[in-house]
């Protein structure tokens, strides 16, 4: 382990010995990892005997309604806390409104290279698989407990950001944590199953009404999701039931894009691309982020001219990276 880190872990525990309620949140829109290192933290820290408030704006989606202690995650953040902890988020505005009365808060634990560094205490690895391999990292570090619920979480997290052990960013050591996690007592082919292959009926309609209307140009492929797609086909969700990732399978295609328009006139992009082409530095022109081969943002405005504004960004990195 690089001394810095040694350093950051070493700095969280301290901070964590000396607090007794502690609040952790997320994002918005919680993806795996967010749930999955959201509960893991929260369960070690219950484990060493802290009173703890894990906090979801938007809740935990059905999909990780399988992992242990879910039913405990609020949407609000009320209450006076000793610490406050953020993971798995690059960006504090990301969390939503949940810690607008709180403050800064005091420990970041993320992976994305686009974060912003916006608490007191950075730990933030962007080499890391997922920010759940991170707080893997930090409860072997500092002997923390680790049980089937915790390992659980973990490698959900883990799972989920590397598409099942798929991205190019997964190691013989992110490999060698996920089989510790299973010794842990983790179902790993339960995870994968529930997380990455289940899917409701309505989130197949719902990329059937995506799928019908993909377009393609070049080496670019995407596909948008209106309102009324969604309220046709009754999904429940605000994001796009992993259509992106649908998209990315498509041959001769390097960068893919999904446009979900969203209530209260805004639009939420997701962009997957091939190795060799950096789609953050598209989302970062959009006020989003995340790593070259995943990113996002949410713009505010008409889903057309949205459109039409990222996907000529995302060409001119195509044209500059070919």
């Known amino acids: 382990m690089p001394p810095e880190s040694s350093v950051a872990f070493d700095r969280f525990s301290e901070k964590i010995q000396a607090a007794n309620r502690i609040l952790i949140v997320s994002h918005i829109r919680p993806d795996g990892d967010a749930v999955g290192s959201l509960l893991g933290l929260g369960l070690v820290l219950e484990e060493m005997g802290k009173k703890v408030n894990t906090v979801l704006e938007d809740g935990v989606p059905l999909t990780f309604h399988f992992l242990y202690g879910h039913e405990h995650v609020y949407k609000d953040a009320a209450g006076v806390y000793d610490l406050v902890v953020v993971v798995d988020c690059s960006d504090i505005s990301r969390v939503g409104s949940v810690l607008d009365e709180i403050g800064q808060p005091d420990i970041n634990i993320d992976h994305h290279p686009t974060n ?18 991170i707080i893997y990292k930090l409860i072997q570090h500092l002997s923390l407990p680790l049980n089937k619920p915790i390992a659980e979480a973990l490698l959900t997290g ?3 950001d590397s598409l099942g052990f798929r991205t190019s960013n997964t190691t013989s050591q992110v490999l ?33 009404a995506g799928l019908s209307k993909a377009e393609k140009e070049g080496r670019l492929v995407w596909a948008t999701l209106s309102l009324e797609d ?24 390097d960068i893919c894009i999904v446009f ?4 209260g006139g805004s ?5 997957r691309a091939r190795p060799g082409f950096d789609v953050s530095r598209v989302a970062l022109q959009f006020g989003g982020g995340g790593h070259k081969p995943a990113a996002g943002a949410e713009i505010r405005g008409e889903l057309d001219n949205i459109k039409g504004d990222v996907i000529r960004a995302t060409k001119r990195i195509l044209e500059e990276e070919e």
Request: without cysteine; negative net charge.
């Open 116 to 133: 912003t560094m916006f608490a007191s205490l950075n730990i933030v690895q962007k080499d890391a698989v997922a920010t759940a391999e």
């Open 158 to 160: 883990i799972i989920m």
């Open 260 to 263: 979900v328009e969203q209530r």
């Open 176 to 208: 060698r944590i996920a089989a510790d996690l299973q010794e842990q007592g983790a179902n790993m082919s339960m995870i994968h199953r529930k997380a990455l292959l289940e899917r409701s009926y309505e989130a197949v309609k719902y990329w059937g």
């Open 267 to 271: 639009v939420k992009i997701s962009w």
């Open 230 to 253: 969604r309220d046709s086909v009754g999904y429940p969700g605000r994001d796009d039931a992993d259509l992106v990732n649908i998209l990315s399978t498509i041959k001769e295609t």
